[in-house]
């Protein structure tokens, strides 16, 4: 008997992984360098010793979905939350994507977006970034028009490439795409607008966030949607039932009375991100301008490999884009501490002389 899943002509190689090395300094995966709040971990302590481990979760998550419509001023109903913005972007597959659909991305990207597409049988149309990898119109309107795809996936800011995509962008992919829109909002805090402000009960939107960033709750596993109602009650019938437990909820509720503190890590980290794109501006690397928490670059007279094989050497781990489409030689730094950032500039000094 084979255990290859039968159908799998496409393949899964060996799934969506980071290398976790036991290093000084890891800016691989963009994680806040900051833990959250005192205060929130002192709330949460009292929270779980209230909560009554016997019983079920709450299935609706309503506590958890009422703050955060409160937060992004949309009603409860408009609300999907997951166990971390993966679970989002699967449940909305499962619901949308399928054997006979199509998922459109347009490379690069995160790949996330294809994997999980492949996963639940969903075909991929790939469509090509312009040279400096912004998003082309053109090729835009030329994948939704040969492929029709049922979901088509923006990632803005565009994890690994940095920037965000510019609201007339997403209101013309909006009106060309034939499906549902998704645009995932991984970084959203660090970037200049939200495609939120686009959201509505009568546009066929999805606006995906998570709690890993820039609420330092990664280990946490929260992520959530806003849409239309409509949307949310279909993707409730496809998600397990109790899949939220009550841990998280209460995590992610309060988290959101700390608000300011999560804006304050967000301007220094802005503030670091500044620091890091003027140093390498001074190296001889090749990089691309972020309205993220990281930094995509590539070494001119090195290989990308050789680099972060230095770099690794000197306890610094940064993410290896080199086998991603079209990132030969490309690395990804994530912004962290004041501490940890000038470890990595001192390395790279040393790695390039």
């Given at each position: 008997?084979?255990?290859?899943?039968?159908?799998?002509?496409?393949?899964?190689?060996e799934?969506?992984h980071?290398?976790?090395?036991?290093?000084?300094?890891?800016?691989?995966?963009?994680?806040?360098?900051?833990?959250?709040?005192?205060?929130?971990?002192?709330?949460?302590?009292?929270?779980?010793?209230?909560?009554?481990?016997?019983?079920?979760?709450?299935?609706?998550?309503?506590?958890?979905?009422?703050?955060?419509?409160d937060?992004?001023?949309?009603?409860?109903?408009?609300?999907?939350?997951?166990?971390g913005?993966?679970?989002?972007?699967?449940?909305?597959?499962?619901?949308y994507?399928?054997?006979?659909?199509?998922?459109?991305?347009?490379?690069?990207t995160?790949a996330?977006h294809?994997?999980?597409?492949?996963?639940?049988?969903?075909?991929?149309?790939?469509?090509?970034?312009?040279?400096?990898?912004?998003?082309?119109?053109?090729?835009?309107?030329?994948?939704l028009s040969?492929?029709?795809?049922?979901?088509?996936?923006?990632?803005?800011?565009?994890?690994?490439?940095?920037?965000?995509?510019?609201?007339?962008?997403?209101?013309?992919?909006?009106?060309?795409?034939?499906?549902l829109?998704?645009?995932?909002?991984?970084?959203a805090?660090?970037?200049?607008?939200?495609?939120?402000?686009?959201?509505?009960?009568?546009?066929?939107?999805?606006?995906?966030?998570?709690?890993s960033k820039?609420?330092?709750?990664?280990?946490?596993?929260?992520?959530?949607?806003?849409?239309?109602?409509?949307?949310v009650?279909?993707?409730?019938?496809r998600?397990?039932?109790?899949?939220?437990d009550?841990?998280?909820?209460?995590?992610?509720?309060?988290?959101?009375?700390?608000?300011q503190e999560m804006?304050?890590?967000?301007?220094?980290?802005?503030e670091?991100?500044?620091r890091?794109?003027?140093?390498?501006?001074?190296?001889?690397?090749?990089?691309?301008?972020?309205?993220?928490?990281?930094?995509?670059?590539?070494?001119?007279?090195?290989?990308?490999?050789?680099?972060?094989?230095?770099?690794?050497?000197?306890?610094?781990?940064?993410?290896?884009?080199?086998?991603?489409?079209?990132?030969?030689?490309?690395?990804?730094?994530?912004?962290?501490?004041?501490?940890?950032?000038?470890a990595?500039?001192?390395?790279?000094?040393?790695?390039?002389?």
């Open positions: 008997m084979s255990l290859v899943p039968p159908g799998d002509e496409q393949g899964l190689g799934g969506y980071s290398p976790q090395l036991d290093v000084a300094v890891r800016l691989n995966v963009n994680e806040a360098p900051l833990p959250p709040p005192a205060a929130w971990v002192e709330e949460l302590e009292a929270e779980v010793r209230r909560i009554p481990f016997h019983r079920y979760p709450d299935r609706a998550a309503a506590e958890l979905r009422a703050a955060l419509a937060l992004h001023g949309v009603a409860p109903s408009q609300v999907f939350c997951g166990n913005s993966n679970e989002v972007l699967q449940t909305l597959l499962l619901t994507g399928g054997p006979g659909r199509t998922a459109a991305v347009f490379e690069p995160y996330l294809s994997h999980i597409s492949r996963i639940t049988r969903t075909a991929v149309a790939q469509g090509e970034r312009n040279q400096d990898f912004t998003l082309d119109l053109v090729e835009v309107k030329r994948v040969e492929h029709r795809p049922s979901v088509t996936f923006l990632c803005s800011p565009n994890n690994p490439t940095g920037r965000a995509e510019p609201r007339d962008v997403v209101e013309q992919v909006l009106e060309l795409a034939p499906g829109l998704v645009v995932d909002e991984a970084y805090q660090f970037a200049p607008w939200s495609a939120l402000s686009l959201a509505g009960e009568e546009r066929p939107l999805a606006v995906v966030r998570t709690f820039t609420w330092s709750m990664a280990a946490a596993r929260l992520g959530y949607l806003v849409g239309p109602s409509a949307l009650a279909e993707l409730e019938k998600a397990l039932p109790y899949h939220l009550a841990v998280k909820q209460a995590a992610g509720r309060l988290a959101v009375r700390y608000r804006e304050a890590r967000v301007a220094m980290l802005v670091e991100r500044g890091i794109a003027a140093a390498l501006g001074e190296l001889p690397v090749e990089s691309w301008p972020s309205d993220a928490n990281f930094i995509l670059f590539r070494p001119v007279h090195v290989d990308g490999d050789e680099v972060w094989r230095r770099l690794v050497d000197r306890s610094v781990l940064v993410r290896n884009c080199s086998s991603w489409p079209r990132l030969a030689g490309c690395l990804r730094v994530t912004v962290g501490t004041e501490e940890e950032n000038s990595f500039l001192a390395a790279m000094a040393e790695v390039l002389r």
